[in-house]
């Protein structure tokens, strides 16, 4: 018997996280998180991860899992979430799979092959290549169908994928010099993982998913307040923590939004205001990109009202 969870996305600032706590009672539900930077230690206040007090009424899975500066791709995110659904097996409570990470949950209702395990002298040896020349002509060279053959990190995840043929992955390790077998003596555990992970998702199916949009106009107001809020609460402080910690240059700070400009905040490269106003913005660019990922999936949109005539309808099912 398949057991059930539910999914709620949606953009960054929706409310996701405080619509399930508003309406699920306290120890009702249990909330795995698809969320690619909740995932890290130390990134608290910037990623809007919930409170301890939060947490008590509403147990996550999936915050505070590794190290800043550890990779974590959607194959890696498969294979935790299956490790997290298994402990979850015979657990009664409702499951919540809630995150804006759009990928992550795409990959676990389609069962995504782009959780191909990664193959690391592949890796290296194909972007040495294409920092000679472009990721065009390795794309075409290798004969690979990336979704963008211009985007060297799409171009060497479609040879990845491409090696689970095994002609393919002969053809392309030899137009690049490499010997498959080294590269395979650790990807065949990885594949045993994966393939294991499988197994685990194979006994859970999703009884419903929806993404909470509040329109247009009021998610940008929702977008600035979090934001201010971050910056108020102590978003700099944190960065310095992080930074203390040596993990200052690793890019989900660096780059990160709002940690950068929170970073530059500390630097003294921008004032107070101007540092809260490029977080916003950068915020608002984000939440667009969620949109239309969301959109073209072809996933059902809700606002604050709509949701919860549809979360009350599954409460009653």
């Known amino acids: 018997m ?18 399930l706590l508003g309406h699920l009672p306290a120890g009702s539900a249990v909330v795995v998180s698809a969320d ?72 676990l209702l389609e069962r995504m092959t782009l959780g191909a395990p990664p193959r690391h002298k592949l890796r290296l040896a194909l972007s040495a290549a294409i920092s000679e020349r472009s990721a065009h002509y390795w794309s075409e060279a290798l004969q690979l169908s990336p979704a963008d053959p211009h985007n060297p990190v799409r171009v060497v995840r479609a040879a990845e994928a491409a090696c689970v043929d095994h002609l393919a992955m002969q053809r392309i390790y030899a137009q690049l010099g490499l010997d498959p077998v080294v590269d395979d003596a650790g990807n065949a555990v990885e594949q045993e993982r994966f393939l294991a992970a499988m197994q685990v998702l194979d006994h859970w199916q999703c009884a419903g998913l929806a993404v909470l949009d509040p329109g247009h106009a009021e998610l940008l107001s929702r977008i600035s307040l979090r934001v201010r809020r971050m910056f108020e609460q102590g978003l700099p402080e944190e960065v310095q923590v992080i930074r203390d910690a040596g993990y200052g240059d690793v890019d989900e700070v660096a780059n990160g939004i709002a940690y950068r400009e929170a970073g530059q905040l500390l630097d003294g490269e921008i004032g107070y205001e101007d540092a809260v106003e490029q977080a916003i913005i950068r915020t608002r660019q984000y939440a667009k990109r969620q949109r239309t990922y969301f959109r073209g999936r072809g996933w059902q949109f809700k606002d604050d009202a709509k949701l919860l005539a549809w979360f009350n309808g599954l409460q009653r099912s």
């Open 2 to 19: 398949q057991r059930q969870f539910h999914v709620l996305t949606g953009p960054t600032a929706a409310g996701k996280t405080g619509f």
């Open 36 to 107: 690619s930077r909740q995932v890290f230690r130390l990134m608290d206040i910037g990623t809007g991860k919930p409170t301890r007090d939060e947490l008590d009424l509403l147990p996550h899975y999936g915050l505070d899992v590794l190290e800043l500066g550890t990779k974590f791709s959607v194959y890696q995110f498969l294979i935790c979430l299956a490790g997290w659904l298994a402990e979850l097996a015979d657990d009664p409570r409702q499951v919540w799979i809630c995150g804006g990470t759009g990928l992550y949950i795409h990959a």
